[in-house]
Structures are given as structure tokens and as C-alpha cells.
Nanobody, 125 residues
Framework: EVQLVESGGGLVQPGGSLRLSCVASGFTFSNYAMGWFRQAPGRAREGVAA???????MYADSVEGRFTISRDNAENTLYLQILSLKPEDTAMYYC???????????????????WGQGTQVTSSS
């Protein structure tokens, strides 16, 4: 059974930083593309970053330069480093997995097969 468990969220002042983690199990992690998504109240879920099995990365324009996605295949863990947090980054953050990373609509949720339960990130003073 595929399991994705996120952690690392919290309340952070604007300008602060966080590192989110996602521990994966139930599949061969190194062979899968992984992604981070977020969903704010009343808004659609949106993709923020993805990384394929070779380590190639993709980012949404809104987070480019502030977010860094990485993976540790030995630990079956996906990370999202978030710098210079903004109030508009406030959302539930989800980890996702798929056997392949599609070249089109990469950061659209329908491209991803497996999902975690999410971790809340709040940026507020």
C-alpha cells in the first residue's frame, strides 16, 4: 500500500523559512516522480514543485527562487525548502507521487496518482 506522510508545517512569520518532509512507503521511491502541491481555503489545489526520478525539477512561477524541492532516495524522503514565506503561501501542503513525470500539465493534480494527507503551513504575523 502506498503511503505518503508529510510533516514540518507550522506557523511562521512572513519572511521566515520552513522545510517540509514527506516520507514514502509501499513503492520503489527512487523510481517515482514526486511533487508538492498546496491548497488554500476556497481555492483549487495547485502544484508548486516536482522532481523526477533523475532529479530534474520543475517549479510554479509563483514560487520560483523561493522554494526548493529535493529528494533523498536512501531515506525514501521528499523535501520542500521554503524561504521568504509570504502570507499568500498559507495553505495545506500535500506530497504526491506518480510513476512518471509528464512533460505537459506536470503540476496539474490530475497527473498525480498518490497523495498524502497534508501538512498546514501558515505565514502570519
Amino acid at each position: 500500500e502506498v503511503q505518503l506522510v508529510e510533516s514540518g508545517g507550522g506557523l511562521v512569520q512572513p519572511g521566515g523559512s520552513l522545510r517540509l518532509s514527506c516520507v514514502a512507503s509501499g513503492f520503489t521511491f527512487s523510481n517515482y516522480a514526486m511533487g508538492w502541491f498546496r491548497q488554500a481555503p476556497g481555492r483549487a489545489r495547485e502544484g508548486v514543485a516536482a522532481i523526477d526520478s533523475a532529479g530534474r525539477t520543475m517549479y510554479a512561477d509563483s514560487v520560483e527562487g523561493r522554494f526548493t524541492i529535493s529528494r533523498d532516495n536512501a531515506e525514501n524522503t521528499l523535501y520542500l525548502q521554503i524561504l521568504s514565506l509570504k502570507p499568500e503561501d498559507t495553505a495545506m501542503y500535500y506530497c504526491a507521487a506518480n510513476r512518471y513525470m509528464y512533460v505537459s500539465d506536470t503540476l496539474r493534480p490530475y497527473r498525480w496518482a498518490y497523495w498524502g494527507q497534508g501538512t498546514q503551513v501558515t505565514s502570519s504575523s
